[in-house]
């Protein structure tokens, strides 16, 4: 299996014009983004803003991106240098940086939308998300868990899962999908339910 | 919800489904809400097992993205107006480039008739001198070509030619005066040959 081929094809959509193939894009590497950016920012709506910015760039010069790597090296090209270049901004002048932000009427809609997520409700959403998906995992069988795992947390590919765990690829891929189906049953209750307002706003 | 096309999503969020399938699937990826919600929460499911902290996993941050979004054109649309603008200011350049090709031909064509010896003498029209008294024959430009007569026209009656050949005399080398006398004794001949073989096949018919 070609690496990549899967954001490929997305990324050929929005450079159709297909938006919502950018969307999906997002909604896969958002953590992963953010994360990185924590690398050079402890704050993580400073972060979440950066990650913001970066997927913008990101979108405005996909017409340019011909595939040449991953789009997510490329996409973590763009996220570390907009990193850097807030962290010195922020470092030259803080005040400024802080005015700019101030001056846009979609930045105090942001900070608005930080300030919902910041506040205890919003930690304890995302800790009740990280509870929900532990449990599902702990309670997932063994084969299951093990695929999951491997795939999510060792990065590494069905094929390599499959030599791991002495079984065919399908097996993989259907132990994977399983494990995430189960994960998922109770996930999306819970979003649905009382995260609806992540679900609607993330 | 579809198995089969849960269990291709997954697999396409490993990048591990074939390319075939994943252009459709992220076809249908791209309009289905409830399909994008799933893929966005197997994601949400990997950074749990990543243990990212300080990721808030409820955080509105693709829907911020993909509000600023609605504000930026898409893609395509951005290609559209640059084929206008070509077109628009196109149209004139495969004619403006006929022109100037026309115009090039036209001003080639112009200077090898100036280059071009004149079949009844050594000079040129453009070149020859035109003093008042000399008739001066015009040429009208055509680009047909006409046909081959068997004996060419003389452009000027030759004892005038003469008379002012031999009226320059004075300015006009040994050589090359007598190369041109020579011309019109040897061409006249055989234009007034020509005319006699005419009248005698009219006289035999007759």
Request: proline share 6%; glycine share 6%; aromatic share 6%.
């Amino acid at each position: 299996m070609s690496a990549d081929v899967s954001d490929l094809s997305l990324v050929r959509r929005v450079q159709r014009g297909d938006k919502g193939a950018f969307d999906a894009l997002v909604l896969k590497y958002q953590h992963k983004l953010v994360k990185l950016v924590m690398r050079y920012v402890r704050n993580p709506a400073e972060a979440e803003d950066i990650a913001q910015e970066a997927f913008i760039k990101a979108y405005r010069a996909l017409p340019g991106f011909r595939g040449d790597s991953a789009f997510y090296t490329w996409l973590y090209r763009i996220a570390i240098n907009t990193a850097k270049n807030a962290v010195v901004s922020r470092d030259r002048s803080p005040i400024e940086y802080n005015l700019d932000r101030n001056s846009n009427d979609e930045s105090n809609d942001m900070q608005g939308h930080m300030k919902d997520a910041e506040t205890p409700e919003g930690l304890v959403l995302t800790d009740e998300i990280r509870s929900i998906v532990n449990g599902a995992i702990e309670a997932l069988p063994e084969d299951l868990r093990t695929a999951i795992v491997l795939r999510e947390l060792e990065g590494l590919s069905y094929e390599e899962i499959a030599t791991a765990m002495d079984c065919p690829v399908g097996t993989v891929r259907s132990r994977i999908f399983r494990a995430r189906e189960a994960i998922d049953r109770q996930l999306r209750e819970v979003f649905e339910g009382g995260l609806g307002r992540a679900e609607e706003l993330g | 919800m579809n198995e089969e096309l849960d269990s291709q999503l997954s697999a396409m969020f490993d990048d591990e489904l074939p390319t075939s399938e994943c252009e459709l699937l992220a076809r249908r990826l791209a309009r289905d809400e409830l399909l994008k919600a799933r893929w966005g929460r197997y994601a949400v499911v990997g950074a749990v097992i990543r243990a990212e902290r300080g990721v808030r996993l409820n955080a509105p941050l693709a829907g911020r993205v993909n509000a600023l979004l609605s504000a930026e054109p898409d893609h395509s649309a951005a290609a559209v107006p640059a084929q206008k603008s070509a077109t628009r200011f196109g149209w004139w350049q495969p004619v403006a480039g006929g022109a100037l090709a026309a115009g090039v031909a036209v001003v080639s064509v112009l200077w090898l008739r100036s280059q071009t010896p004149l079949p009844g003498g050594g000079l040129s029209a453009a070149r020859a001198p035109a003093p008042a008294t000399m008739p001066v024959v015009t040429v009208a430009d055509s680009y047909v070509v006409p046909p081959t007569p068997a004996v060419r026209p003389m452009l000027v009656p030759s004892t005038e030619l003469a008379n002012y050949v031999v009226a320059h005399s004075v300015v006009s080398s040994p050589v090359a005066r007598r190369n041109l006398l020579s011309s019109f004794i040897t061409s006249e001949p055989a234009a007034a040959g020509a005319e006699e073989q005419k009248e005698d096949a009219k006289v035999h018919a007759q």
